[in-house]
């Protein structure tokens, strides 16, 4: 039997610690597919970008993707792995996929880690917050754009 995979990811997204703790909005602009200029003039981590990716309680990635990150278990195999997402992406094009990947491919089971019109099934406590701030965006780019093989 498949999961409602839809269903699940909001749920667990909806009790991320990130949804509470994160700020407003960063204004940005889209250039075709693209975020060009940092949010909020940030300059990411790559260190706190892997920290984010791995970290199951934030950013959630390694439920639909697989990382190279060596020590953690029971990576996902929904979406694409992130190894190489350096060296198929530049820093605009991995912003985007981040702040709004339905922007990209209308549909996408990725959630908009930076964006919070338009959502559904978003819990009460959680409307109006982004999943991840400025910074954060700032950094897991930083970490990915090490990712070139």
């Known amino acids: 039997m498949s999961a409602p995979w839809p269903a699940l990811l909001l749920v667990a997204l ?10 407003g909005l960063a204004a940005f602009r889209v250039s075709g597919d693209a975020i060009a200029a940092p949010l909020d003039g940030k300059v990411g981590d790559a260190a706190r970008g892997r920290a984010i990716v791995a970290n199951r309680q934030l950013g959630l990635c390694l439920l639909c993707h697989t990382a190279p990150i060596a020590e953690e278990r029971f990576q996902g195999d929904l979406a694409p792995n992130l190894a190489g997402a350096g060296a198929r992406w ?11 990947p339905q922007r990209l491919v209308p549909g996408s089971l990725m959630p908009a880690y930076h964006r919070t019109d338009g959502l559904q099934q978003v ?16 950094d897991v780019v930083a970490w ?4 070139k093989e």
């Open 123 to 138: 819990g009460a406590a959680w409307r109006g917050k982004p999943l991840l701030d400025a910074q954060q965006i700032e």
């Open 90 to 100: 530049n820093a605009g094009q991995l912003r985007l996929r981040l702040v709004d």
């Open 14 to 23: 909806a009790a991320s610690p990130a949804c509470a703790l994160a700020q």
């Open 144 to 147: 990915l754009l090490t990712l």
